[in-house]
């Protein structure tokens, strides 16, 4: 993944990557969560501890913009 302000590259994984695609639109961590324990094998409460690292991972690189 390549910022195109900044030259950041960045690996992600299928989870990392659908992440990505569904924050093209505005949606709350439980709603991400939600779609993607319904779409991958994965416990919720392993999905949201991933989740929430891969979003400050990427609000950390200013590629995230977190508004309430």
């Given at each position: 993944l390549v910022g195109s302000e900044m030259?950041?590259?960045?690996?992600?994984?299928?989870?990392?990557s659908r992440i990505w695609s569904l924050?093209?639109?505005?949606?709350?961590?439980?709603?991400?969560?939600?779609?993607?324990?319904?779409?991958?094998?994965?416990?919720?409460?392993?999905?949201?501890?991933?989740t929430l690292v891969f979003l400050q991972r990427l609000q950390q690189d200013n590629l995230l913009q977190v508004v309430s």
């Open positions: 030259c950041i590259e960045t690996d992600i994984n299928e989870v990392g924050l093209e639109k505005p949606t709350t961590v439980a709603d991400l969560i939600g779609q993607l324990t319904n779409e991958f094998e994965i416990t919720p409460e392993a999905c949201q501890q991933e």
